[in-house]
Structure formats: structure tokens, C-alpha cells
């Protein structure tokens, strides 16, 4: 059973920087599809980055600012958020699935999710 684990969450000022991790477990993950997502209040679920085995995306919104990055030796995949916004405002999510997709309802494993505030 897969199992997914956020952490790194909280409350920063605009300008600030995170660094969100998400531990893995319930299989190896090497050639899995990993990434974050996030769901600000009254909005849907949105995708920020994606990181596969050869490929990498970001949203645009993000582009320049975040970065994913994955380690397979231990299962996890982190997201680096420099110049956060306001907007970047949410709760953020790790999911993985065995291809590369960016689209939220392909994914069906996701973590607990960790609130990220920013402050203006």
C-alpha cells in the first residue's frame, strides 16, 4: 500500500523561502511519476510540479521560483519554493502515479496535504 508523507509546511512572509518534502513508501518509486499539487480555499485542486524519471514540469505560475527535486534512494521528493506570493497560499500535496501525468484526476495516491500560508 502506498503511503505518502508531507512535511515543511507553515506560515512565511511574501519573499520568504520553503522547502516542502514528501516521504514515500509502499513500494519503490525510482521509475513513479512524483509531484506536488495544491487546493486553496475554494478552488480546485491545482498542479505545480511534476517530476518523472526523464521529465519535469512546472506550472507557470510557479516557473522561475519552485523547483522538485526527487531522491530514490530514499523515496522522497521535495519542492523548493523561493519569492513565495500570497497566492502560493494553499495546502500543497504529494501524489505519485506509475506515469507522467500533470492532470490532478490521474493521480490516485495522495499524501496528507501541509498548509502553506503567506503572508503579504
Known amino acids: 500500500q502506498v503511503q505518502l508523507v508531507e512535511s515543511g509546511g507553515g506560515l512565511v512572509q511574501a519573499g520568504a523561502s520553503l522547502t516542502l518534502s514528501c516521504a514515500a513508501s509502499?513500494?519503490?518509486?525510482?521509475?513513479?511519476?512524483m509531484g506536488w499539487f495544491r487546493q486553496a480555499p475554494g478552488k480546485e485542486r491545482e498542479v505545480v510540479a511534476v517530476i518523472g524519471s526523464t521529465r519535469t514540469y512546472y506550472a507557470d505560475s510557479v516557473k522561475g521560483r519552485f523547483t522538485i527535486s526527487r531522491d530514490n534512494a530514499k523515496n522522497t521528493v521535495s519542492l523548493q519554493m523561493n519569492s513565495l506570493k500570497p497566492e502560493d497560499t494553499a495546502v500543497y500535496y504529494c501524489?505519485?502515479?506509475?506515469?507522467?501525468?500533470?492532470?490532478?484526476?490521474?493521480?490516485?495516491?495522495w499524501g496528507q496535504g501541509t498548509q502553506v500560508t503567506v503572508a503579504s
Open positions: 501524489a505519485v502515479r506509475r506515469f507522467f501525468s500533470t492532470a490532478v484526476v490521474d493521480y490516485a495516491n
Open positions: 509502499g513500494r519503490t518509486f525510482s521509475a513513479y511519476a
